[in-house]
């Protein structure tokens, strides 16, 4: 009996030993550890007022851009305890400027905490409505405002559902209707952990309006930036921990098929797509293992990647900027606008660049 019982000791040594192995190199496969990013820059500059991250950025056909700032999100840096902010910036101004927008209502602006953005223009009276995922004392919600003047959001509504318990990213299709992802599998941090771990892909893309809150799409590792092609057929999502953005065919009862993935080498974060060519661009981190371990000696890099034909058998998947740190940290997002580009961060400054 006593040998049998160290047999089995053994034996659970090393299955624990094999399984600490196995989670070490799947982390770090994950985090890309290893990788180290080449330089390659564009005509940039950086973006007045903002000093502490533009996560989102977003772009519409006018050219007036809507920059979601001040995150503070799980255990990121963060170097201001102000409340986050949302800012304004025309692209079609000779200097643009970002602006900081007023927001009026009965929001709690002490904890306004955004994260992702979207911005749905009705077609029937021109009314712009901006959506943001805000997450006031470590919540998840969905705030809704109008865009009203020139400086001015009046909220309308905060939004709320145990399946949006997670929420990163969103899409809006309607003036109270969109697709959100969720960065965790559970509520619970340390059971999503163990989903990642064996590579279990159990987080969802949930598609909201007053009538109906239901999951639209899963089998994604952990969702991060959502956006729509320029036709409203297709969601593309950025699967960060897979590397991969993943597209879907929008169905009837807005339920998404589907299609592909593809792979970009890069834990992809926000997706800004261009309205004239359908292009995807991605604001990506290339060593995550430098952003979870922030040291400001050996900052966390920056890569711009851009997906061309998505939709064919072979799309084209090109790094157009890169930078080690030393000029950006942690670029979240890259919004394209007639040849101009602003990349945000999570934390650090954003850019204005020019791409011609």
């Known amino acids: 009996m006593a040998a049998?019982?160290?047999?089995?000791?053994?034996?659970?040594?090393?299955?624990l030993?094999?399984?600490?192995?196995?989670?070490?190199?799947?982390?770090?496969?994950?985090?890309?550890?290893?990788?180290?990013?080449?330089?390659?820059?564009?005509?940039c500059h950086y973006l007045q007022n903002i000093e502490f991250g533009a996560e989102d950025i977003t772009i519409l056909k006018d050219g007036l851009a809507f920059l979601s700032t001040g995150l503070k999100f799980l255990d990121l840096?963060?170097?201001?305890d102000e409340p986050g902010k949302m800012y304004v910036l025309d692209l079609l101004h000779p200097r643009p400027t970002p602006v900081e927008l007023q927001i009026k209502g009965e929001l709690d602006l002490s904890s306004f905490n955004p994260h992702g953005i979207s911005v749905y223009t009705d077609q029937t009276d021109d009314n712009i409505y901006v959506f943001v995922v805000n997450h006031p004392h470590e919540a998840s919600q969905v705030e809704i405002f109008r865009f009203v003047a020139e400086d001015t959001l009046v909220h309308l509504k905060t939004i709320t559902h145990p399946l949006l318990h997670s929420v990163n990213d969103i899409v809006a299709v309607g003036k109270e209707s969109f697709y959100a992802t969720n960065h965790?599998?559970?509520?619970?941090?340390?059971?999503?952990?163990?989903?990642?771990?064996?590579?279990?892909?159990?987080?969802?893309?949930?598609y909201y309006s007053p009538s109906e809150v239901r999951v639209a799409?899963?089998?994604?590792?952990?969702?991060?930036?959502?956006?729509?092609s320029p036709d409203k057929r297709y969601i593309?999502?950025?699967?960060?921990?897979?590397?991969?953005?993943?597209?879907?065919?929008?169905?009837?009862?807005?339920?998404?098929?589907?299609?592909?993935?593809?792979?970009?080498?890069?834990?992809?974060?926000?997706?800004?797509?261009?309205?004239?060519?359908?292009?995807?661009?991605l604001g990506c981190h290339p060593n995550s293992m430098k952003l979870s371990n922030f040291d400001p000696k050996d900052p966390p890099g920056s890569e711009i990647l851009k997906i061309k034909n998505i939709h064919s058998e072979h799309p084209v998947v090109s790094m157009e900027y890169a930078d080690n740190g030393q000029v950006i940290m942690a670029s979240t997002?890259?919004?394209?606008?007639?040849?101009?580009?602003?990349?945000?961060?999570?934390?650090?400054?954003a850019l204005y660049c020019d791409l011609k």
Request: include cysteine; hydrophobic fraction near 45%; aromatic fraction near 8%.
């Open 217 to 228: 799409a899963g089998g994604i590792m952990s969702g991060n930036g959502i956006n729509i």
């Open 4 to 15: 049998m019982k160290k047999v089995l000791l053994a034996a659970a040594v090393a299955a």
């Open 77 to 80: 840096p963060s170097f201001s």
């Open 184 to 206: 965790f599998s559970f509520p619970n941090q340390a059971l999503h952990f163990l989903t990642m771990v064996l590579a279990m892909p159990m987080c969802d893309v949930v």
């Open 236 to 281: 593309y999502v950025s699967d960060i921990i897979d590397h991969e953005v993943d597209v879907f065919e929008r169905k009837k009862g807005e339920q998404l098929e589907y299609i592909k993935s593809v792979g970009v080498g890069s834990l992809c974060d926000n997706i800004e797509v261009d309205h004239r060519t359908g292009d995807l661009w």
């Open 333 to 349: 997002v890259a919004a394209p606008y007639e040849g101009k580009l602003l990349i945000g961060t999570v934390f650090h400054k």
């Open 17 to 43: 030993a094999v399984f600490v192995g196995h989670t070490y190199l799947r982390l770090k496969h994950i985090m890309l550890a290893s990788r180290e990013l080449p330089v390659k820059h564009l005509n």
